[in-house]
């Protein structure tokens, strides 16, 4: 199991999963996804839940199952309508962010399905194997709120902090609390570790780099020791820079996840040496017909870390492109290695 790698931080262990394993390049996603008229629909229906997070481990030989769900479920909750269109992306209406908004509670009871979800899924999951609970950092979650769907560079977001740090400050506060609490929630229903996705970690200033991709995720982590949550916590700052080393020794995760742009050989050499490292290989090559490509690549990630606990993954989530013989090529060659 990989919660038990990371406390025994053996080196010798080569745990793997890829994520968004249950993503779109497995042609059953289809059949779960068209039961329903929204994506929204699709990540609280138990049964669903189950159905899509189970589906990878009938394919391949992996260490771990990710909790079928979305990062925005959070706004959704909060009261800001999502949708996810295609060739688009998802949606988000407009919403004002003043002291009304910052004082609106999340009810938990919303989460029910997700947690009848989880009981499910550990009753069918081998005991061998980690159920992967997660949320969105709350400066990706941000990103969404106030540019309304994915950007190429999240301007609004950036304006509105430049505009009103104060009640920027008060967002990210407000959702550094929800983050902790959807994350406790899934962890007592029975998730073994949990991650946090700083998808656009990138588009934060250097100015506030610390103040909104580190200290969040501190806080996130702390409140979550602070009420006896144990397992291991993933941290996923995506394409971070120089920022991950820092990020390494201040953010208290137990696992650093490392998108496919860093250099691995810096990041291992420069990151804080009782942090696990995790991912690195870029998915698109998981798309490729170049089976030595993939070989050479898988290599030289092991052979990088062959003295250090690292958990093997790809630098980003797999696209509907990916190949399931490439996968699966991919942990024959980790477990021949």
């Keep these: 199991m990989i919660s038990e790698l990371i406390k025994l931080k053996k080196s010798h262990i080569r745990p793997k999963w890829f994520l968004r394993q249950a993503g779109r390049h497995i042609p059953e996603y289809f059949s779960i996804r068209n039961k329903h008229n929204n994506f929204i629909d699709f990540c609280l229906n138990e049964d669903s839940i189950v159905d899509a997070t189970i589906l990878p481990l009938k394919y391949y030989n992996i ?18 309508k999502v949708t996810f269109k295609e060739n688009i992306g998802p949606v988000l209406s407009k ?73 920027f400050d008060k967002l990210i506060n407000k959702l550094t609390k929800s983050c902790a609490d959807f994350l406790e929630y899934q962890y007592l229903a029975g998730c073994s570790v949990l991650m946090i996705f700083d998808t656009w970690s990138s588009m934060i200033p250097d100015t506030y780099w610390v103040k909104f991709g ?23 700052p995506f394409k971070s820079g120089e920022m991950l080393i820092q990020y390494s020794y201040e953010s208290l995760v137990d696992v650093v996840s490392i998108d496919w742009k860093t250099n691995l050989d810096w990041a291992i050499k420069n990151i ?64 021949e290695y």
Excluded at 64 to 75: C, E, K, V
Excluded at 115 to 140: H, R
Excluded at 218 to 235: A, F, M, Q
């Design 214 to 236: 580190i200290e969040p995720v501190k806080s996130i982590v702390d409140i979550l020791r602070k009420r006896n949550v144990k397992c291991p916590i993933i941290g996923f």
């Design 272 to 335: 804080n040496n009782t942090v696990i490292t995790q991912g690195n290989l870029d998915p698109a090559i998981l798309s490729s017909d170049n089976t030595l490509a993939i070989k050479k690549e898988v290599y030289r990630i092991l052979s990088l870390t062959q003295n250090k606990c690292h958990i093997f993954n790809v630098g980003h989530g797999l696209t509907p492109e990916v190949k399931i013989r490439n996968v699966k090529y991919v942990i024959k060659l980790i477990e």
């Design 63 to 80: 260490d771990a199952a990710i909790l079928f769900s979305d990062i925005l479920l959070l706004p959704y909750f909060l009261g800001q």
């Design 95 to 167: 919403i004002d962010i003043n002291e009304e908004f910052i004082n609106r509670k999340i009810d938990l009871n919303n989460f029910i399905p997700i947690k009848n979800a989880i009981l499910k899924i550990k009753e069918v999951l081998p005991p061998t194997k980690d159920l992967i609970g997660f949320c969105g950092a709350p400066w990706t979650l941000a990103c969404y709120m106030l540019d309304g769907g994915s950007s190429k560079d999240y301007a609004k977001t950036r304006i509105f902090l430049w505009n009103n740090e104060e009640m």
